[in-house]
């Protein structure tokens, strides 16, 4: 009589896999170097809600949804007409949509995903996937077919059906670190804070470093006084706090468990997106 063969291996929880913090240095370093050679790069999506609404915008283009009517049909447990007006509105404002037709009675105005918010987003996705590769070999096979439209679409077809589903899942990326998430360009400050430590030599992001508060705000494309705003909100939070000296602050132990958190659910996130989560 033949034993029956072994169940496979339960996948290793994420944040546990070899590769974790490799990821995590991966996808802190990278969008840094890109606002390096240009600091207005992120800016379409320089917080988590600014990020959401271009999620759905390029949603809604994919479905030839980018309009009002459209809008309605897709979110329509979410928005009233009026709210939706509101909302397409507010993208325009903010540069993520533009129109490509005049505005006629009757007639619906269409609107498309501003060019420089698409390579944003295809720029950013790009980065997270090799990053998701050093946690998952499977991920590798979407990094070689990038180029191809559907590879993309995916994912946000994935994202913009999850925010429609349960808008608040957003918190997941938010809460962790103190809600600096809703601040324009506020993980990417929370991102220099840890590079520095990682570049110290410090294993986490954890210890004591040193910064340049004018330095960082030139390279996020912030006035400095936001600056200081966001580096509050954290230390509001107990996730920092300033040393006696000028330009020299501690990372908590609670920052680096907030900040591996954050990528924790942002990569099981993105792994669910490509298909290759099994939490």
């Known amino acids: 009589m033949t034993s029956a063969a072994p169940a496979p ?3 290793l929880p994420v944040h546990l896999r ?5 990821a995590v240095r991966h996808s802190t370093s990278a969008p840094l170097a890109l606002l390096d050679r240009d600091p207005g790069f992120y800016r379409c999506i320089g917080d988590i809600p600014t990020y959401a609404l271009g999620v759905m915008a390029l949603h809604l283009h994919a479905l030839d949804r980018l309009h009002h009517r459209g809008f309605q049909e897709v979110a329509k ?7 939706a007006s509101a909302v397409l509105k507010r993208m325009q404002t903010m540069g993520l949509i533009f129109p490509v037709d005049a505005f006629s009675q009757g007639r619906q105005r269409r609107y498309a995903p501003a060019p420089a918010m698409v390579q944003a987003f295809r720029t950013c996705y790009l980065i997270e996937l090799k990053s998701l590769a050093l946690l998952d070999p499977r991920v590798i096979s979407m990094v070689e077919i990038w180029d191809e439209p559907e590879t993309f679409d995916r994912i946000v077809a994935f994202l913009a059906e999850r925010h429609l589903q349960a808008p608040s899942l957003d918190e997941e990326l938010i809460e962790p670190l103190g809600g600096v998430g ?4 506020g993980l990417f400050l929370a991102y220099a804070l840890a590079e520095t430590a990682f570049k110290a ?14 330095h960082i705000a030139r390279r996020l494309g912030i006035s400095r006084t936001h600056g ?6 954290l230390e509001e939070a107990g996730l920092i706090w ?11 132990p609670a920052f680096a468990d907030a900040y591996e958190l954050y990528f924790l659910g942002m990569f099981s996130i993105l792994l669910a997106a490509v298909g290759c989560y099994e939490g």
């Open 182 to 185: 809703r601040r324009s360009m």
């Open 201 to 214: 030599g410090l294993p986490r992001a954890e210890g004591v470093i040193e910064i340049n508060m004018t």
């Open 77 to 83: 447990d979410l928005f009233s007409a009026g709210r």
């Open 242 to 252: 300033e040393e006696g000296r000028i330009n020299r602050l501690t990372l908590t």
């Open 18 to 22: 070899p590769g974790f913090a490799e």
């Open 228 to 233: 200081r705003r966001i580096l509050a909100t």
């Open 9 to 11: 291996a339960a996948p």
